[in-house]
């Protein structure tokens, strides 16, 4: 069945017969193992044969059937059929001696096929079936040995799920084995990475949701641990590379070996364990290959164990220890499961070169199947450690990235390579700059897409610890440049990332009580990840640096019943299709397609459906599925998106010029431009610049899978040259001309909207023209126009003179920026000019650029209004200053009061031209000072607001 089955037994020939060969009871002879023909169910199965003679470095082997021969000095081969054959070993010694010696040996028959033996099956809850490897009648001394507790009956009745296998044994030792995969209906499945045991004891069952604490694990370690369930997620052993525990927590004893020694792993390795099922031929999953590396400051060993869990009632038993596979040994070792023949890839790298190391197991047992000399050396401490993990595998093409960290100092790495899961093969891919080490790369997982890639970083005293995220989907030179940091800290040491089946990524931070969560580890920005430090408690147990090494397909995420839509366009159809609620079981399916308000379509058997949607929106979709075991109803949310409208580009064109304007005329998201099976655009409206086919398509949707499109054959000839000159300029506040000069060209259509061969243009900016001449040629041209600072000035707008007074003033032209003023009235070229005339005088300022501004001010004859009253006048008959006279000029509007002691006005007038004689009512006025109030308005100035004097005027006689 494979090396493992074998090894306490072949330890035991060994060792008999070197004990005859030191006795000199027997010459060397060599040792026959598996004495059965072969299974042609199992053709790895066979027999092996090993020559005891270390003195001999040539053989020759004749298995005695066929002419069959072999060359190797421990060779395996597969008889055809029972019966006595003699073996015949030609050894050539040192020297070139040769002897021969020969044995007969016996090939047993196999036991006889199983009779109606099930498919893998899947029952209901509570329902029994009977396995019975012989329901017609069992070969005579057959025993049975059956997976997974053990039992030694012929038949064994099942009622929960898993993988059963039964051993048949005849007396001659010849045995053939066969399973069955037994699933309850709706019971979870593919649960093997459910249970993880870690850091200070420890642990979280990923069974429940969300995931609970267990606190019964009886790891303490800092860093590597493993574990394993069954496919229901019931918990089958894990260890911490040293000790191996059952799923009582009791250390796992060993079976058929003289002692039980402990495991070759370390507590400071960073992958110190990792558990692996062994395949066996039509058997269940009951061997499990152990391997463990040593710490990179120790024995740097990769060494392998075995555990059968067919041994003490289920819970598992040692049967091979400490087999030596390779060192030097990096502390990094990692797995991933070939679904295409359920076999398992195991990957190591030696220390001291740039060897990987792969193991194949397969159900002929654990081979090397390849070294593959790729990347950097890891000739460092610091570079040996660090984690190795692999992505989910691609479903087309079966290739995974594998990840490698490579820690400074000086400097932190992460090394991607390609593996493929047919072939085992591992080629490079590239390696990322992660920067300075400290802080120190250590862990690193991907997303369940591969597309984002985690690394946690461990500070020391003088840096921070930190979680960081690239994004494997953007080139090279921008992945480590974009990195997103989710979390840093300069008191908590970070330590392994793992994904777990839940689809959420989960990061240990030595001595919490807490893992921290990404909860959406495809998320492309700090927010959307949706990060939690204290994501998951731990039931008062601490997590210390590592979390759980398992083989990388234990920890995706799970899918239960449900469907799948494909096409979320309107106007076509969408295709609904369910997946099974208990295969093989047959269901029936009914949809309603617009719940809760439409209604549920007949049950039918048939998984697929399509409905077309007339309008874009989101929309329920019910399915209701049943069986003999369930009825269940899953509700899913679809998005439908608009198709575009339809895209006219017209008839195809045979044009002259030097593009061809085109527009899709539709609303859309996304646009593209095909031309030659390149993209040449991506927006509604397009030049096409040569002779081709144009496709135009319109997309909606996040994936653009609802598009239009339509194609136009457009054939361009070139037009004649044409220019509208260099790039030029205009000063500010100024405007310029430009001119289609050519009289070739005979209709003009500038992009300012005109259809002129000239076009005034006041502002900066591009301007372009698409002519047209007699042939019915097109072309264009574009010109930039800039602008160049003007003058400034600030003369004022108007200024006033008194003319009858003989006034003058100056006009002051205050500009900035200016190297030359010029008055056109004078031809003085001063900033100030002094005039005593009035009317409309200009300025014209020019700067160093050549850029003119020109400015006017009016200037007017406007006087002032003025009077004169004399302080006292004489009314004394005496024929001198006899009259009270007022002087007064550029007024209107004029008023005179004049009072005496108390309070009456004694005269008054608007008339300037009257006088006051001194009398009141007739009479003199007692001599004194008598006051007057004085008001009027300015000729020239009406605006102003009426003007008050006050004053006296002494009456003397």
Partial sequence: MGRFYNTYRQQFYFIFFLILLSTGYVKAQFIVEGQCMQNP?????????????????????????????????????????????????????????????????????L???????????????????????????????????????????????????????????????????????????????????????????????????????????????????????????????????????NKDGDEMTCFGLTKCEPLKGSPNSTQSVLIVPQPTCKGCEYLFNVFTTSEINGEKLLTVSVVDMRRNNGKGAI???????????????????????????????????NVFRVYHATTGGLVESGTFPLGMAHDTITEAQGYMKFSAADTATRERTLAVVVGGPPTNYVELFSFNDETGVLTYKKTLNLGDSPPTAYGVEFS??????????????????????????????????????????????????????DGKIYMAIEGSEYLAVIGEPEGNSLNAIEYERDGVSLGGKNSQLGLPNMVQDFTQESSGPGFEADGFCTNEPTTFTASPICDPIEDTYSWNFKYPDGGFTAPSKEQKATFTYTEAGTYQVALRASNKCKDTLIIQEVVIYDTPAAIDLGPDKDTCGQYVPLDMKVAAQE???????????????????????????????PDGDCFVSDTIEITLRRPPAFTI????????????????????????????????????????????????????????????????????????????????????VILDANGVGVTHYEWPHSGDTTRTVTVNVEGVYTVVATNEFGCITEQSTNVVDKCEPRFFIPDAFTPDGEGHNELLEIFGAYYTNFSIRIYNRWGEVIYATENLEDRWDGTYKGLKVQP????????????????????VKRGSVMVIR
Wanted: hydrophobic share 30%.
């Fill in 725 to 808: 000159g260099p790039d030029t300029t205009l000063c500010r506040d100024s405007s310029i001309v430009l001119t289609v000069a050519s009289e070739r060209w005979i209709e003009f259509q500038w992009s300012t909207g005109e259809s002129t061969r000239d076009i005034t243009v006041g502002q900066p900016g591009t301007y372009f023209v698409v002519v047209k001449d007699r042939n019915d040629c097109y072309n264009s041209d574009t010109l930039r126009v800039g602008e160049l600072p003007s003058p400034i000035l600030n003369l004022a707008p108007e200024f006033i003179i008194c003319i009858p007074d003989g006034n003058s």
């Fill in 928 to 947: 004194g000072a008598y006051p007057y109030v004085l008001s009027y308005e300015s000729l020239y100035f009406p605006e102003r607001a009426p003007i």
């Fill in 111 to 245: 036991p006889p096929v199983f009779q109606q033996w099930r498919q893998d099956t899947t029952i209901c809850p509570g329902e029994k079936i009977t396995l019975d490897p012989y329901p017609n009648g069992a070969p005579d001394g057959a025993k049975y040995v059956w997976y997974p507790k053990g039992d030694t009956t012929q038949t064994l009745e099942v009622d929960s799920s898993g993988c059963y296998s039964v051993e048949v044994i005849m007396p001659n030792g010849c045995k053939i084995q066969d399973r069955i995969n037994v699933k309850i209906c709706m019971e979870p499945a593919n649960q093997e990475g459910a249970k993880w045991y870690f850091g200070g004891n420890a642990g979280l069952d990923f069974s429940n949701t969300p995931p609970s604490p267990l606190t019964d694990g009886k790891v303490n370690t800092p860093e590597g641990v493993s574990s394993i369930s069954n496919s229901k997620g019931q918990l089958l052993f894990y260890s911490d590379g040293i000790k191996v525990y």
């Fill in 319 to 353: 049967i091979e220890q400490n087999t030596t596979l390779q060192s030097p040994t990096t502390e990094r070792i990692t797995s991933v499961r070939n679904d295409a023949d359920s076999t398992y890839w195991v990957v190591s790298h030696d220390y001291g070169s």
């Fill in 41 to 109: 169910d199992c053709e790895a199965d066979s027999t092996s044969f090993k020559d005891t003679l270390s003195t001999a470095v040539a053989w020759r082997w004749s298995f005695g059937e066929g002419g069959a021969t072999d060359a190797r000095r421990n060779p395996q081969y597969s008889y055809r059929a029972p019966g006595m054959y003699t073996v015949t070993l030609t050894r050539t010694l040192r020297g070139g001696t040769q002897e021969t010696e020969s044995q007969t040996i016996q090939i047993g028959e």
């Fill in 448 to 501: 369940p897409s591969g597309e984002k890639m985690y690394v946690t970083f461990q500070g020391d005293s003088d840096t921070s610890s930190y979680l960081k995220q690239y994004d494997l989907t953007l080139p090279d030179s921008l992945i480590v440049e974009t990195a997103i940091t989710i979390d840093s800290s300069a008191t908590r040491k970070f330590g392994a990332v793992q994904i777990a089946p």
């Fill in 671 to 701: 646009y593209a431009w095909i031309y030659r099976g390149r993209i040449v655009g991506r927006q509604r409206e397009y030049r096409a610049l040569a002779t081709g086919r144009y496709i135009g398509f319109a997309f909606n949707g």
